[in-house]
């Protein structure tokens, strides 16, 4: 592992029962990098994101996370590697409904240090929605709702942010919207791991790593214009 490297996973394996949701994946990610994971329904895309999440963990093999090995962590330091190093997006956008958006933002300081109300409305500019930060999470369209999102997840400054079909409940719009900030993140330098089952998403990182049946079946390098 270098100095630069983010994720560093060796012969991970998560087993449920005689299933085996990952197979002795061995996987690197380098700080600044955009890593698309791809891959059909049950090939294991989101049991490797959660596991690099800090979400679950393996059943076998080792994951480093910045240089820690979360796999030897108690829950308590799970936790905070996860709170320190890992920004989430998910493709249900769990915002609390009865919080407006730049106090949804605000949740996730609470949980890393202290809220910064200034901060948290920086992070709703850089995604932009400093015009909607007031605004209830129902009174907001599909595509802000993910945008808020993806401030929570930026609010922290994260070594590594991942995105679990950030764009699977999005039209086209608001998808395309959603993937112009993913672009403006990584340009900035944000280290990205896309879990994704669209092609143009996918077509976007670096580099593509497809899965089949818990496994890496093949790696794909794109050229970015």
């Not at 393996?58 to 994951?63: C, F, L, N, Q, R």
């Not at 930060?133 to 922290?156: F, K, M």
Request: with cysteine.
């Amino acid at each position: 592992m270098t100095d630069t490297t983010i994720v560093a996973m060796t012969e991970v394996t998560k087993a449920y029962g005689e299933l085996r949701a990952l197979d002795a994946v061995s996987l690197t990610v380098a700080a600044g990098e955009w890593v698309a994971i791809v891959g059909p329904s049950g090939s294991g895309k989101t049991t490797l994101m959660n596991i690099v999440g800090c979400l679950d963990r393996p059943t076998d093999g080792t994951v480093l996370l910045g240089g820690v090995d979360v796999t030897r962590c108690a829950a308590a330091e799970l936790t905070q590697v996860r709170r320190e190093q890992v920004g989430l997006v998910f493709q249900r956008f769990h915002l609390i409904p009865h919080l407006n958006a730049l106090e949804n933002v605000m949740v996730a300081q609470y949980y890393h240090s202290l809220p910064d109300e200034a901060e948290a409305m920086a992070a709703l500019t850089k995604v932009g929605l400093a015009g909607r930060a007031h605004h209830l999470p129902s009174q907001l369209s599909g595509g802000e709702q993910q945008r808020v999102c993806i401030a929570r997840a930026l609010i922290n400054d994260p070594a590594l942010v991942l995105a679990d079909e950030p764009t699977g409940n999005l039209d086209a719009a608001n998808a395309q919207a959603v993937m112009r900030l993913f672009r403006e993140l990584h340009e900035q330098g944000t280290t990205l791991m896309v879990v994704t089952h669209d092609p143009k998403v996918a077509a976007l990182s670096e580099r593509e790593i497809v899965l089949d049946h818990g496994r890496i079946e093949r790696e794909e390098f794109h050229v970015q214009s």
